[in-house]
């Protein structure tokens, strides 16, 4: 019997048992992830409207052009929130904001490609969520950060205050706008 002609059902046999295996997969990727129970509570979807793929704009120049991409999603199986925001100089900031149960509060994580680390605590305040704390510099230097998000029309806002001298004087350091890009997610 030919060769080929003998491999040919064997083909058949495997392109049948790859598509099998493969098909549950595809098909689950596209499906919404599943919530943890340990995370079902009210709290632990208080940012879900920063939910999304963002343009950033800045605040004062709504009409300019976009400085960054920023794309939020939930991790973790609803138990956290990621954030990838990749600003159009090379700055590249990656993030996990989650709500903790025992101390009530949201926690942010924020370390960049440029040497900084940040980490925040708050809670929601009249509708924002106000984090507050340490951001370490390139170079060992250490600056506070007061940083709030809050939905504003279709879209979410972000501005942070910084100090220098511990906390005894604030001045303003970024207000941004994140408006969904053309095609991202909902």
Partial sequence: MNETLRRKPLRKALAALGLACIA????????????????????????DF????WNTLEAD????PSIARARVEPIAQGCAIHELYEQNDGLIGDSILSYDPVRKQWQQT??????AIMVLWGGFKDG??????ESHLKGG???????????????????????????KTWTPAFDVLFVKRAGGQE
Wanted: with cysteine; glycine share 12%; hydrophobic share 40%.
């Fill in 61 to 64: 120049a709504p009409e300019g």
């Fill in 24 to 47: 549950p997969a595809v098909a689950a990727s596209g499906a919404t992830a599943p919530t943890s129970p340990e995370c079902i509570a009210a709290e632990y979807r208080q940012l």
């Fill in 50 to 53: 920063w939910i999304g793929d």
């Fill in 128 to 133: 924002a969520l106000v984090l507050e704390g």
């Fill in 141 to 167: 230097r250490s600056i506070m950060q007061r940083i709030s998000w809050k939905a504003q029309d279709e879209g979410v806002r972000e501005s942070a205050m910084q100090s220098k001298d511990g906390g």
């Fill in 110 to 115: 924020w370390v960049t490609n440029r040497g």
